[in-house]
């Protein structure tokens, strides 16, 4: 896939961590890789000019502190699990939100579904047939994420 398309990912995703919960990332050479079993992860399915879904999948480790700065909590221990994942889908979703316009005409109109929670195979197999995947791995303060987004159409690109 086209590197300025995983770029547009690492940025967004970024973006959306340092604006919404002041976590910063970076897509450097010092990337952990991201243990699957050790993550939370959440995807989401979307309908428009291109189909598809969004994954995305964060340490164990980082996940207390997203969602702790999310909702203004000072003690990420107060921050119950249940937050914490709905702090992980609702970051998603502005990922996603804020990324499918910039891969299309801005004016473009996408059917988002709601975020939910998923497991680890999701991303080694995901439940349809996808023609094109891009994916942005990102190193945190604790921990990293991985972004992934997988296509449906052919002719995506």
Not at 98 to 113: Q, W, Y
Request: hydrophobic fraction near 40%.
């Amino acid at each position: 896939m086209n590197p300025k398309y995983e770029e547009l990912l690492a940025e967004i995703t970024t973006q959306t961590l340092e604006k919404l919960a002041f976590i910063f990332a970076s897509s450097e050479d010092d990337f952990n890789a991201l243990i699957l079993e050790e993550a939370e992860i959440a995807k989401v399915y979307f309908k428009g000019p291109f189909s598809g879904m969004l994954v995305f999948a964060i340490s164990k480790f980082a996940l207390p502190e997203l969602a702790a700065n999310m909702l203004g909590e000072d003690d990420q221990d107060t921050v119950t699990m249940e937050q914490q994942q709905d702090t992980l889908k609702e970051t998603l979703n502005i990922i996603c939100g804020n990324l499918l316009p910039e891969l299309s005409d801005k004016t473009a109109v996408f059917d988002i579904g709601a975020p939910e929670m998923a497991e680890p195979s999701i991303l080694n197999h995901p439940d349809k047939k996808y023609h094109h995947n891009i994916s942005a791995s990102l190193s945190l303060d604790d921990g990293s994420c991985v972004v992934t987004l997988f296509i449906e159409d052919e002719a995506f690109g």
